[in-house]
């Protein structure tokens, strides 16, 4: 894990199929670029930002440890979304906290469907 304070931007899936949906429609107009999706400057967040909110969003402590650093880690990598802005029109808009939200909120409902589902005759 390193120190935790690794930063990777965040891109919730429907920004991304979001994404998908506009390059389809778009693509014969795109001239096969790269276009790269992710989330950009503007969506980014450490480790140790996600184990916060999940702590507060959870009420609980998450054991966390860390390891010195692998060869290989990247201490930062965001995405150079410019160019899916400027070709489709297109940027995230969930931003990371609010993608952690329904993530759990997501978790949540399928436990419960999960618990009613075993208890029905």
Known sequence: MGNGKQVRDVLFVDDLVDAY???MDRA????GKVLNAGGG???TMSLLELTSI????LGRTIPV???DWRPADQKVYISDTRRARTELGWEPRIR???????????????RFQQRGSSTAP
Do not use: H, Q
Not at 54 to 57: A, K, S, T, V
């Open 21 to 23: 949906e506009i390059f």
């Open 28 to 31: 014969p107009r795109s001239g």
């Open 41 to 43: 400057p503007a969506f």
């Open 54 to 57: 999940l702590e507060r969003d």
């Open 65 to 67: 440890s860390f390891a």
């Open 96 to 110: 990371p906290e609010e993608g952690v939200k329904r993530i759990l909120e997501w978790i949540r409902a399928e």
